[in-house]
């Protein structure tokens, strides 16, 4: 089945820690992007990539890293200076920057 | 930057009820999006505008692109249990490269 795939679902980081989330897309899709969302709120943009080996900063890049090396995978990573890391992490994909936006299931990230 | 805003922000009808929700934009946008989330999942894209005046349906949904394309409005009718969930409205000018959200409105549905 073609979709987007978010693992793991729920994961834990202690203080200090980096920790990797992984997005992964067979839709074929050129634009990959990571957003945040936090308790009864929006989603804000972490990072975007349009192509593979190029990626942009968002709206909230700050104590976030991200990868393009593969079109079918944008993994991102939540570095120690993130002092806020507790949120519910979405990521989607589109055939290019100016289509439909199409989401995984979330991976919701809890700090020990 | 560009904001939306989403009415009401939250709101608990009878099942049976038709639901009304509205987003807001202070600049024009050339596609609206309306996304639904179940709690602890990714949103769910209901519908897609593209031209302003535009009115889509999909089963119970109906959506429209405001004319002067500040707006966008989606309707339920016959609600039921399972529209329960946060619907989000996502709006694209001319010059943006992404998306912008907005904050959601929470529907709750009374048996």
């Known amino acids: 089945d073609g979709g987007i795939t978010q693992s793991p679902k729920y994961l834990f980081r202690k203080e200090g820690q980096n920790v990797t989330l992984s997005c992964e897309q067979n839709?074929?899709?050129?634009?990959m992007y990571w957003y945040r969302q936090d308790p009864g709120q929006g989603l804000r943009l972490i990072y975007y990539?349009?192509?593979?080996?190029?990626?942009q900063k968002g709206d909230i890049a700050e104590g976030y890293s991200v990868s393009r090396e593969k079109k079918e995978s944008f993994p991102l990573t939540v570095t120690s200076a993130q002092k806020n890391p507790t949120a519910f992490y979405l990521c989607?994909?589109?055939?290019?920057?100016?289509?439909?936006?199409?989401f995984g299931p979330g991976t919701r990230l809890l700090v020990l | 930057g560009q904001q939306l805003n989403q009415s009401p922000q939250s709101m608990f009808i009878q099942e049976g009820e038709d639901v009304s929700m509205n987003c807001t934009s202070s600049?024009?946008?050339?596609?609206w999006l309306w996304y639904k989330q179940d709690p602890g999942e990714g949103p769910v894209l209901l519908i897609a505008?593209?031209?302003?005046?535009e009115l889509t349906s999909n089963g119970r949904l109906t959506a429209q692109f405001g004319i002067t394309r500040k707006d966008s409005f989606l309707n339920i009718s016959a609600s039921i249990p399972s529209d329960v969930g946060i619907y989000f409205c996502?709006?694209?000018?001319?010059?943006?490269?992404?998306?912008?959200f907005g904050p959601g409105t929470r529907l709750s549905v009374l048996p």
């Open positions: 989607a994909s589109s055939i290019s920057g100016h289509e439909t936006q199409y």
């Open positions: 839709l074929n899709h050129d634009a």
């Open positions: 990539s349009q192509i593979v080996n190029d990626f």
């Open positions: 600049s024009i946008f050339n596609t």
């Open positions: 505008l593209y031209k302003a005046g």
């Open positions: 996502a709006g694209q000018d001319n010059y943006g490269q992404n998306f912008v």
